[in-house]
């Protein structure tokens, strides 16, 4: 029973070891630069409603103002609200035209 407790002893012992001397290997990625956090502002909820449109892949949204675009990584590209998205036109005829068709018959 003591050369079991031993040998799980030494497994214990060796294992962190190997675990302290791989966390101490510096890092790959040193020398390397990461890119500056964006910067936020908690006083958004102060400032005056000034609707912007701004974009952020790809998209446009409208912001209360343009701090408020700026916490969301939006490019404010107009001092206006966005305009709004076109509806789609329904086809021609509706359902008139489809009971014309079905008396042509």
Known sequence: MKIKN???????AVTAAV????????????????APAPQR????MYTA????CGTRG???FTYRNACWAGNDGA?????K???PAKAMKAKKGGKKAMKKAGKKK
């Open 19 to 34: 675990f302290v001397l791989g966390s101490a290997v510096s890092s790959e990625a040193k020398g390397k630069k990461a």
């Open 49 to 52: 409603a000034a609707p912007v």
């Open 58 to 60: 790809g998209m446009s």
């Open 6 to 12: 031993l040998v799980t002893g030494t497994a214990i």
């Open 81 to 83: 609200a966005c305009a």
């Open 41 to 44: 502002s908690a006083s958004c």
């Open 75 to 79: 490019v404010v590209k107009a001092q």
